[in-house]
């Protein structure tokens, strides 16, 4: 496990679980949720903007693995202003606390599942900081 030096942002790699010359398999924590959310981005693409109240325990703290690609963040706690940039090369989780602004770019093409449902989302997500 890896934590980086701003608060409210851990980074992980997966468990691999077995891998050879053309192939590796990871184990990721699906947060113990029913239904999670598989995204595709083509490079270039910006996306997130936003954070999360705490509202939803699947957005408390937010998990997302990056499953393809490379992806930049930049990171903002709301409360007191530290903000930080990091460089995301799959495969990788991260997880990401309420309260902490998140913008993503797809600096390649990317594939990434997010362990909420669309609806816990929506619930809790503030677009303005």
Known sequence: MKIC????????SPELISANATAATHRIDLNQQTQGILGYR???TLFGGHYHEGKSSSKNPEKLTLVYGIMRMWAENIKSGEKETFLLRAPISVEI????FHKLEAVSDVVFVEMNSLEDHAADTKYEM
């Open 42 to 44: 083509k490079a270039g």
């Open 5 to 12: 030096s701003m608060e409210g942002i851990l980074f992980y």
């Open 97 to 100: 606390a309420a309260g902490i």
